[in-house]
């Protein structure tokens, strides 16, 4: 019988985690040193072989380090697993994104520590709590518990100690990092504002008490509609540090309980999914932006009419000005409608664009933008691929490769005419459309995109 591994405590001095960064900069600059003296007497081919496999080792390296030092660190890392297809090499990727499944859980003794520190003893004594986690994350762990006067069940979100002093240090230590360890370049504006717009996110994550606020507003937009379902908060067993809500039973998205409904059931939670986007977005202004799986579960009713979704973690809200949406929204009718014009002028007032940009680039970022809106075209539009419409002219979204389409065109286009950075907005914005993309294509979702669109963002 193995043993699950488990942390004794969170190495959360600056020190401490300085010197964990400093150990892996020498042992990856010793292998550095040896591959490279292998390397140079190698043909090409050769040559080629021992740069992946230095970029192999320098990432198992870094994300294994990650993983012990918890954190902004690892979440940072985790962050970048999503955007890093653009700029880092695949194998840097493929080991990052191992961080959303390795994180290990810190010891209950460790834990209720914690607990006695952030609730009073009256608190405490209410509350019968499981000392197995439900889930280990990179900012903290979670921990199923009972309420003793009332029978119900809670999940108690503990955050880990010091991690939101560290927040500003990890991120410049983990930009320096990756440049020395050659995994993404040392100088380039682009990286810096999009590690700016992380540590502020990050920083927003860890302040529970606008969690509790973002879970109690969320909770009143969706109270209407049955088909979604946000925690209750519990702020007599909240904290600074420490937020209690409702525990809501459901199965994970990816669940084989999921995945054995029939294509019609799946269907209509992928739907509903793709109405709660469009609600945060033009209807609430206000979006939870982390698409992770576990942030999301199902509650499987007696038919497809009672499934329900349950929208959890509220930390990572961003609000939208009317500003920003109206251009965006102008954006986005321009690729609707194939109109340049429209397209380029909502780009340079949000700024995706620099004033000096040419025709050619403009052309290439139009052509992206026709790309991206094509799940939610009608199928018989041209750009829509035959072999992506089924017999009832719905989208197959499983068999869509739209997302590597659309970043190697972006790709070619910022490597050929220096496309300016995307606007903050646009950064977590993406991260969440992204997130629903893959959504889609694990639950297999067969739908009419255009009628959700006429729906739900046309009459908006």
Same mark, same amino acid.
């Given at each position: 019988m193995t043993t699950e591994k488990t942390l004794k405590k969170i190495r959360s001095g600056l020190f401490d985690r300085s010197l964990s960064l400093t150990k892996l900069a020498v042992q990856s600059g010793a292998h550095l040193a040896m591959t490279g003296i292998k390397g140079a007497f190698s043909d090409s081919d050769g040559r080629d072989a021992h740069f992946k496999a230095l970029i192999n080792v320098q990432a198992r390296l870094l994300t294994s380090e990650l993983g012990r030092l918890k954190g902004s660190l690892m979440k940072v890392g985790q962050m970048l697993a999503l955007y890093g297809e653009h700029f880092l090499p695949e194998e840097v990727v493929s080991q990052l994104k191992s961080l959303n499944e390795q994180s290990i859980s810190v010891e209950w003794k460790e834990?209720?520590? @914690?607990?006695?520190? !952030?609730? +009073?003893?009256?608190?405490?004594?209410?509350?019968?709590?499981?000392?197995?986690? @439900?889930?280990?994350?990179?900012?903290?762990?979670?921990?199923?518990?009972?309420?003793?006067? /009332?029978?119900?069940?809670?999940?108690?979100?503990?955050?880990?100690?010091?991690?939101?002093?560290?927040?500003?240090?990890?991120?410049?230590? @983990?930009?320096?990092? &990756?440049?020395?360890?050659? *995994?993404?370049?040392?100088?380039?504006?682009?990286?810096?504002?999009?590690?700016?717009?992380? !540590?502020?996110? &990050?920083?927003?994550?860890?302040?529970?008490?606008?969690? @509790?606020?973002? /879970?109690?507003?969320?909770?009143? &937009?969706?109270?209407?509609?049955? =088909?979604?379902?946000?925690? =209750? /908060?519990?702020?007599?067993? +909240?904290?600074?540090r420490l937020l209690t809500t409702?525990?809501?039973?459901?199965?994970?998205?990816?669940?084989?309980?999921? *995945?054995?409904?029939?294509?019609? =059931? =799946?269907?209509?939670?992928?739907?509903?999914?793709?109405?709660?986007?469009?609600?945060? &977005?033009?209807?609430?202004?206000?979006?939870? /932006?982390?698409?992770?799986?576990?942030?999301?579960?199902?509650?499987?009713?007696?038919?497809?009419?009672?499934?329900?979704?349950? *929208?959890?973690?509220?930390?990572?809200?961003?609000?939208?000005?009317?500003?920003?949406?109206?251009?965006?929204?102008?954006?986005?009718?321009?690729a609707f409608e194939m109109d340049q014009k429209k397209i380029i002028e909502a780009a340079f007032t949000i700024g995706f664009l620099n004033p000096d940009a040419s025709d050619k680039l403009l052309k290439s970022f139009a052509e992206i933008c026709f790309l991206a809106v094509e799940p939610w075209l009608p199928p018989q539009d041209p750009r829509v691929p035959s072999h992506l419409v089924d017999r009832n002219g719905c989208y197959i979204w499983s068999k869509s490769d739209l997302p590597t389409r659309i970043a190697g065109l972006a790709t070619k286009y910022a490597i050929s005419f220096r496309v300016r950075a995307p606007p903050r907005e646009v950064l977590f914005l993406d991260r969440k459309i992204g997130g629903i993309f893959i959504m889609m294509k694990v639950l297999d979702a067969r739908f009419q995109g255009h009628k959700l669109v006429d729906k739900f963002f046309r009459t908006m």
């Open positions: 834990i209720d520590r @914690l607990l006695r520190q !952030r609730l +009073s003893p009256e608190a405490l004594a209410d509350l019968e709590i499981d000392q197995k986690p @439900l889930a280990a994350a990179s900012m903290g762990q979670v921990h199923r518990a009972v309420c003793k006067k /009332t029978g119900e069940e809670l999940c108690i979100k503990i955050q880990y100690p010091g991690v939101d002093e560290a927040i500003d240090s990890d991120v410049k230590a @983990l930009r320096s990092i &990756l440049s020395l360890l050659k *995994l993404m370049p040392s100088n380039n504006k682009a990286f810096d504002e999009l590690f700016e717009e992380i !540590r502020s996110m &990050l920083h927003q994550e860890l302040d529970y008490k606008k969690e @509790l606020a973002f /879970t109690n507003e969320a909770c009143g &937009l969706v109270a209407s509609d049955p =088909r979604f379902i946000v925690p =209750r /908060t519990f702020p007599q067993y +909240s904290a600074e409702s525990f809501e039973h459901g199965v994970n998205i990816d669940s084989p309980e999921v *995945l054995v409904l029939s294509e019609e =059931r =799946r269907s209509r939670i992928a739907v509903a999914f793709c109405e709660m986007f469009m609600r945060e &977005l033009f209807e609430f202004r206000m979006m939870q /932006t982390d698409p992770h799986f576990g942030n999301f579960k199902i509650r499987l009713g007696a038919d497809a009419q009672s499934d329900q979704i349950i *929208l959890l973690d509220w930390g990572a809200v961003r609000r939208f000005d009317e500003v920003f949406l109206k251009n965006y929204r102008q954006m986005i009718d321009g």
